[in-house]
């Protein structure tokens, strides 16, 4: 869908990086971060501001977001053996071939979609994420924004993450099992919809679960690679698509899994 949609949008290049990428999940263009704090005290405040701090020198500015990825313990929702690597920023698997992303990514992604809002519209906003995964983007979200609706298709990263994000007790944030590539048509119309997930065409039916002037933030295969593409939607028939970083995601799929 990707070259229909842009027959209908105005598309603006505006930050077309280098290709390189090191993982799923992984900004390019942005230098490794050094390790981060490891052994028994890793799951201290302390950790979590070095990685906050290793944030900002990668050019992350947005303090909402900062204070956000300082908010939400990462170690909670990575395996326990990954526990000493879990304020570096580095992708690492949560099983059923997935990531978790890197948090610059998750930080340079949620940045990109508040650039434009205030605080009183992120608190009356209501967020659809798609692919929950282990949960961890989704409890920054939720320190974020009013209502955050998260869907994941695969049944254990479904499970997972009830059970990740149980002691955090956010009540702005519901999780659904099911198809993300149909979106949640119960709880739409949203203002911002995020993808963690790469397809080769931003399917139809987020575009018409947005607001308008709703935004949605995805990433999107292409001939030369992934980049991420951001959608707004102007008015009730038009749309306009802006063409950001290079990028590297776990591709999207449909059905259960």
Known sequence: MVRRVARWMDETVIARTSKRSAGA???PERPAAEPLVSGPGLVSERNRQAMVEALQRGGLRDPRVLAAMLSVP??????????SRAYEDVALPIGHAQTISRPYTVSRMIEIICAQLDAE???GARVL?????????????????????SVERIRGLHERARANLRSLRLP???????????????????DVILSAAAGSEVPRAWLEQMKTGGRLLAPVIQADGQVLQLIERRTREEWRLTVLDAVRFVPLRSGLA
């Not at 990462?74 to 526990?83: D, I, P, W």
């Not at 994420?129 to 609706?149: D, W």
């Not at 949640?184 to 949203?190: D, G």
Request: glycine share 16%; net charge negative.
């Open 25 to 27: 999940g992984q900004a």
């Open 74 to 83: 990462r170690h909670l929702f990575v395996e326990q053996g990954l526990a």
């Open 121 to 123: 519209q992120m608190s």
């Open 129 to 149: 994420e798609v692919g929950t995964g282990c949960g961890y983007q989704a409890a920054v979200l939720a320190h974020l924004f009013g209502e955050v609706v």
């Open 172 to 190: 702005n944030l519901r999780l659904v099992f099911g198809d993300g590539v149909n979106g949640v048509p119960k709880a739409a119309p949203f």
